[in-house]
């Protein structure tokens, strides 16, 4: 009896349980030091800009604050990105990882090439001499950390809020 009851057992578990599995999705965990690393990793302290010329003064400046003025900020061909008092930027979309940051005359101040696809991704400053000017890793789209070139944390943002190297809250975006 109690043998057939075990190949009852070991028969019933061999044909009539299903296995079930959930992958968990999670996004890992960074420290300073380790933002820091992958920041500046293969990151040159100074390119030559020639290629990128063109660039140096915005050719559309009086169209661009123009539009800027109005509220337009999307176009068939670029973005602009406008920072009250600082400038703007615009993104051409053939090349969206290449943006040129301009002052409020229309002439570059920096120009940032980032990466594109899954995170972690990296953004990278430079000034109009080629200088490196800051790196920022972005861990996810809630998540990233902003380095100057001396790679001093400039700024941790969380979500909404950005926090200094003491953790204290710096600023807050909507």
Partial sequence: MLKNLLLFLLFFCLTGVQTFSLTLKGSASYTVERAKTEAFEGVASHINLSNYKDFFIDKYYEKNIENVKRGKYKFRTYYISYFQKEGYCIT?????NIGYYYNLDGTLQLIEFATQGEYPRRSIRYDAAGKLDSTTLIISHNES??????KKLIAHWIGKNCYNEQGEIINTRK
């Fill in 145 to 150: 950390y902003v380095f100057d070139l001396n």
């Fill in 92 to 96: 051409y979309r053939r090349t969206e």
